[in-house]
């Protein structure tokens, strides 16, 4: 239920994004290109749970090289945040740890913050 629940708010919050400018419910002068952004960068964040995942299984077996928490954290933070929620629930990665769960939540809030500033105060 929550893994449809989440999978959900991030394609929903995606296609909210590309929405928003054809429905002129963001000033002209926000680039145009921040959907865009959004989503290639969301999509690469995608992408590294997905390496660090295959990473993580090969690890069991031999010597391998990891992608830091901390490059997918700000991976979330800097905007691909949708990528990271999408890849934990349908990768199954990431999902356990307690103290990176929270701070992927916390980028989450600032980035949903930051778009409802930029649509409430500009």
Known sequence: MIKKI???FSLLYLAAIWLAYP???LPVYIPIYIPGYISVLSAITF???AWDKRQAKRSSHTKVNRTPERTLQLLALFGGWPGA???QQLLRHKSQKRRFIIVLWL???VNVAAMGGLYFFV
Do not use: G
Request: proline share 0%; with cysteine.
């Open 6 to 8: 989440l999978i959900t």
């Open 23 to 25: 429905l002129q419910y």
């Open 47 to 49: 992408l590294m749970y």
């Open 85 to 87: 929620l999408l890849a």
């Open 107 to 109: 980028c989450v809030l």
